[in-house]
């Protein structure tokens, strides 16, 4: 079992930055990988950037050049930094991890919500 909790969403305006933070617990080891995605209001969750246990990084082309994903391994944490916000950026962001290289994924946090003001 893998226990996930995002916090450090808000509101922010159109170019600005937040930091996510996505605190794990439990049998993170064994989680080859670990993603933030996102479900913007209407629309499917999608994912946006996800890290390997090797330190392999990828990102959906939206969010390439602005988003980095990270982790700190002596913490449990895994971070998502994100600049130059947009309004399509708003939605609900979410914290996964999985046995293999996800997507899908094994393990859910509950969601920070983001809201980027135009």
């Known amino acids: 079992q893998v226990q996930l909790v995002e916090s450090g969403g808000g509101l922010v305006q159109t170019g600005g930055s937040l930091r996510l933070s996505c605190a794990a617990s439990?049998?993170?080891?064994?989680?080859?990988?670990i993603a933030w995605n996102r479900q913007a209001p209407g629309k499917q969750r999608e994912w946006v950037a996800r890290i390997t246990s090797g330190g392999s990084k990828n990102y959906v082309d939206s969010v390439k050049g602005r988003f980095i994903i990270s982790r700190d391994n002596a913490k449990n944490t895994i971070y998502l930094q994100m600049n130059m916000l947009k309004p399509e950026d708003t939605g609900v962001y979410y914290c996964?991890?999985?046995?293999?290289?996800?997507?899908?994924?094994?393990?859910w946090g509950q969601g920070t919500q983001v809201t980027v003001s135009s």
């Open positions: 439990g049998a993170i080891s064994e989680m080859n990988s």
């Open positions: 996964a991890a999985g046995y293999d290289l996800g997507p899908p994924f094994d393990y």
